[in-house]
């Protein structure tokens, strides 16, 4: 019989991909995050966000050598400018993505190269509206 078995998500690198998020971004106030092991393809959305937040800085890391191209939408469409390309080798991509209307705010992430990685990424409010 062949086939390959699914391999286990890495928590290990995911915990070290997390830990230099939690350590390169400070002072600023955060709205979510997740990590987790790499795969091909993943992804998420932040559900709403909220009506005083004008812009969200996203942050995100992996490591383990592969390349993953990241795109983003909000309120359903898809931002072009916000889009790059990252090497998983533990430095922190960074966007600013304009949300002055609420609603969604999600990403999605394609793997090139070795799923033997993790990977790291959190929502920062960037700029809010004054009361």
Same mark, same amino acid.
């Given at each position: 019989m062949t086939g390959s078995t699914p391999t286990a998500p890495d928590t290990a690198a995911a915990e070290a991909a997390k830990s230099v998020l939690d350590k390169g971004i400070v002072a600023m106030d955060s709205l979510g995050g997740g990590s987790g092991g790499l795969r091909r393809q993943f =992804?998420?959305?932040?559900p709403a966000t909220p009506d005083d937040v004008l812009s969200v800085s996203f942050a995100f890391t992996c490591t383990g050598g592969a390349t993953v191209a990241l795109t983003f939408t909000t309120v359903n469409k898809?931002?072009?400018? !916000? !889009? =790059?390309?990252?090497?998983?080798d533990g430095s922190i991509?960074?966007?600013s993505i304009d949300t002055s209307k609420p609603g969604s705010?999600?990403?999605s992430a394609t793997l090139t190269g070795s799923e033997n990685g993790g990977y790291a990424y959190a929502y920062y409010a960037e700029k809010k509206q004054l009361p």
């Open positions: =992804g998420n959305t932040y898809e931002v072009p400018s !916000a !889009a =790059g390309t990252q090497v998983c991509f960074q966007r705010l999600g990403f």
